[in-house]
């Protein structure tokens, strides 16, 4: 069941359509999927783990390509090709550990003795009032050394990044986790003055809800890559019958939940499963007890 909001007369800055998405050699994550975001908006993307949120905002973010010109579209940009998106800092994505792909190694924590200083202070062309508020904001040391601070502190620099260019969208990917209690509200409180002030669009991933009843706007809810409900949240009518935002989700993850229990395992697939996993090289032999 997908609910839209309907407003026509106000363009989106967000639009997919029938989008498809598969990682290399796997089955596909979306298959037809279909998503507006307007201008504005705080939505919130929530599903289980594994259900396509992080592969869908690095979809928006431009960081893999997905179909003609006209299936991702991001301030009436593509995502992927339109690289000014990201270069302005119109489109900004903040997700993950911050870290850099190195070769085979895959993702390297981003470590190294380089004050926050050199770093914030680094990024040409930022209004140096912002610059200052999101420093007191965000409660940075300028002196702190980036190879000697906690995973909390880092990730605040990491924020301060991100935000030095007043976005028009932006992708959150859960990154409030390492941040205390203080400074995840204030962010929260800044990031809807950001979007009321100047129609800025936020997506924001997450799985911590505390708080977010009346900061987002929109909820976006999927299930397995399929986009299951897309409404405002003062349209939620779970919401007016439960204790909070955290009760509605975790009572939709549950019957999902037992969705799949009742799936019965038909004995040809079984027999397809058994054999694959005969076939693997992690399954269980004399050999493997070396390991243990
Ligand atoms: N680089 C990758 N290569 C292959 N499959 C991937 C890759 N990244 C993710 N997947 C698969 O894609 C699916 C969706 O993953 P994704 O990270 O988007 O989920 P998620 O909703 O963000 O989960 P979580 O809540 O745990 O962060 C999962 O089944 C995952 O195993």
Redesign the pocket.
């Known amino acids: 069941m997908v609910t839209e909001n309907g407003n026509e007369s106000v363009k989106s800055n967000i639009k997919v359509q029938a989008m498809q998405f598969a990682?290399?050699g796997?089955p596909p994550?979306f298959a037809d999927f279909n998503l507006e975001i307007i201008p504005g908006s705080r939505c919130l993307l929530v599903?289980?783990?594994?259900?396509?949120?992080?592969?869908?905002l690095k979809i928006l973010a431009g960081k893999h390509m997905v179909g003609g010109r006209d299936v991702v579209q991001v301030l009436n940009s593509s995502a992927f090709h339109d690289t000014h998106l990201v270069c302005s800092g119109d489109l900004a994505y903040l997700g993950g550990s911050w870290s850099k792909t190195i070769g085979c190694a895959g993702d390297v924590p981003l470590q190294g003795d380089i004050s926050a200083e050199q770093m914030i202070f680094g990024v040409e062309g930022i209004d140096p009032d912002r610059r200052e508020k999101l420093i007191e904001l965000l409660d940075i040391d300028l002196q702190w050394r980036m190879h000697k601070v906690s995973d909390g502190q880092r990730r605040r620099v990491q924020i301060c990044l991100g935000l030095l260019h007043p976005f028009k969208v932006l992708l959150l990917?859960?990154i409030t986790v390492d941040l205390d209690v203080v400074a995840r509200m204030d962010l929260l409180e800044f990031f809807k003055d950001e979007c009321d002030q100047r129609a800025a669009t936020i997506v924001y991933?997450t799985?911590i809800f505390d708080g977010l009843e009346t900061w987002a706007t929109h909820l976006a809810y999927?299930q397995e890559?399929e986009l299951k409900r897309k409404e405002k949240l003062a349209e939620l009518h779970e919401l007016k019958n439960s204790a909070n935002l955290l009760s509605v989700v975790e009572s939709w993850l549950r019957s999902e939940t037992k969705l799949k229990k009742k799936t019965p395992v038909t004995s040809a697939a079984h027999n397809n499963r058994s054999s694959g996993f005969d076939a693997s090289p992690f399954r269980s032999s004399r050999h493997m007890a070396y390991y243990r």
Do not use: F, M, R, W
Request: hydrophobic fraction near 25%; proline fraction near 5%.
């Open positions: 990682y290399p796997q994550i599903g289980a783990n594994g259900s396509g949120k992080t592969t869908l990917d859960e991933a799985h999927i890559g």
